[in-house]
Nanobody, 123 residues
Framework: QVQLVESGGGLVQAGGSLRLSCAAS????????VGWFRQAPGKEREFVVA????????YYTDSVKCRFTISIDHAKNTVYLQMNSLKPEDTAVYYC????????????????WGQGTQVTVSS
């Protein structure tokens, strides 16, 4: 069993930055790939980025490439999502998820989810 807790969301102006954190307890990220998803009001949950357990392989959705960076700190058992050059269309609840048993981009393959953190980007 693993518990995931996201933090770091908030309100930021367009062009600004935020860093989201996903802290795990009950199980370390040394044995699990981790993904970030987001869900805007009225829309389906959307894949953002994922990282493998060793931290040397990542995959980003096109809309966030060169703006977002995922990283993993095994010592702190935390995954980070650095978000730069934020746009209003990045506004959503951001979720981290762990232990995928299939394609990283499909939310249904992840076994564990956090509660989400709201990111709001004003224009």
């Amino acid at each position: 069993q693993v518990q995931l807790v996201e933090s770091g969301g908030g309100l930021v102006q367009a062009g600004g930055s935020l860093r989201l954190s996903c802290a795990a307890s009950g199980r370390t990220f040394s044995a699990s790939d981790v993904g970030w998803f987001r869900q805007a009001p009225g829309k389906e949950r959307e894949f953002v980025v994922a990282i493998n357990w060793s931290g040397d392989t990542t995959y980003y959705t096109d809309s966030v490439k060169c703006r977002f960076t995922i990283s993993i700190d095994h010592a702190k058992n935390t995954v980070y999502l650095q978000m730069n050059s934020l746009k209003p269309e990045d506004t959503a609840v951001y979720y981290c998820a762990a232990d995928p048993r299939g394609s990283w981009t499909q939310p249904e393959v992840y076994g564990y989810w956090g509660q989400g953190t709201q990111v709001t980007v004003s224009s």
